[in-house]
């Protein structure tokens, strides 16, 4: 079982910055590629980002492609996803997701375990 805690969340003018952090506690945190989501009011979740178990592995929507960085420190079980240049049209619940294989995933369907959200909503 792996717990998973989103933070970081929050308003922003368009043109700003957030980092959202994603705390995770249970199993080992290096042995679980690591996803973000979001989910905007009446649309579907969305793939964001997602990390495998190094570093280098990573893997990004064409939305988000150039503006957000995912990143993992697996010596402090915490997930990171840096946006900068953001756009009314990142505003949405963001979810960060974990699955025990090695891979990068882009499908929700294939992540074991959720956090509960943090909001973010950019301003115009």
């Known amino acids: 079982q792996v717990q998973l805690v989103e933070s970081g969340g929050g308003l922003v003018q368009a043109g700003g910055s957030l980092t959202l952090s994603c705390a995770a506690s249970g199993r080992t945190f290096s042995r679980y590629a690591m996803g973000w989501f979001r989910q905007a009011p009446g649309k579907e979740r969305e793939f964001v980002a997602a990390i495998g178990w190094t570093r280098s592995s990573t893997y990004y929507a064409d939305s988000v492609k150039g503006r957000f960085t995912i990143s993992r420190d697996n010596a402090k079980n915490t997930l990171l996803l840096q946006m900068n240049s953001l756009k009314p049209e990142d505003t949405a619940v963001y979810y960060c997701?974990?699955?025990?294989?090695?891979?990068?995933?882009?499908?929700?369907?294939?992540?074991?375990?959720w956090g509960q959200g943090t909001q973010v909503t950019v301003s115009s």
């Open positions: 997701a974990a699955v025990g294989r090695p891979v990068v995933l882009n499908t929700a369907g294939a992540y074991e375990y």
